[in-house]
């Protein structure tokens, strides 16, 4: 049997009177690459907010391995292995693409000692694997600062990957991407399947066709469907709840 690697029971969140969250249930198992989809606010930022700690449920759970993590702050939820990528990158633009690879897989905390002492075999050959992983292998030597918008989103990964966490969780990772940029992020993403467990929210159908193998729609705040892209696609709830917001377009 696959182990389940996150597990939300019935969790919501109330602001107010108004459950923006309410009830949501749904397991992702070890290297699954699971795609949350809804009209704009469905609640799917808000559902990341509350298993990365951003925001306190009040109520349900939030199990990373069984193990309940449920309200924990911010920071450790992240020691516990819930990576989260925002939009916003987060790279040390004065350094290269190794050296911030590099600082993200060292346990040694002092980044300057690191930079100065070098870091060890180990590290190394993990960081020519995520580099390889993530398409950025001829760019390694640039500055973080010269790279495009893509090539920083794929450090992003890069770097989250590094830290070897249990869960990612990816909001909209395509975001200002070109054509070209989304079919790369996707080609990473599925490079990434069955090695790493990801949960990313993406409006764009294309790139979730591409990439999803299993998909859950939310609708106010509540599971709508659960199924595989097709079984999505064909649903009438679903078709019903998008109409009028993003429209969920039959592939051509
Ligand atoms: N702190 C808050 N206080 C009150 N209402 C909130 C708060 N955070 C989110 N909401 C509301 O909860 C609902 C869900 O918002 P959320 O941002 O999670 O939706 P979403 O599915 O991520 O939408 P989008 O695709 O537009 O980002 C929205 O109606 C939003 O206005």
Redesign the pocket.
Known sequence: MTAIALELKNLGVR?GG?R?VDGVSLQVTEGELRVLL?A???????LMDLISGKTRSTQGQVLLRGKDITNWPEYRVARAGIGRKFQIPSVFRELTVRQNLCVAATREPSILRNLRWGFGRAEQSGVDEILALVGLQDLQHRQAADLSHGQTQWLELGLLTAQKPQVILLDEPTAGMTQAETRKTAQILMALRGRQTILVVEHDMAFVRDIAERITV?HLGKVLAEGSVAEIERDPKVRQAYLGSHGIAAPC
Request: no cysteine; charged share 10%; aromatic share 16%.
């Open positions: 602001f108004f923006a809804g704009n606010g469905a609640g799917k930022t808000t939310l």
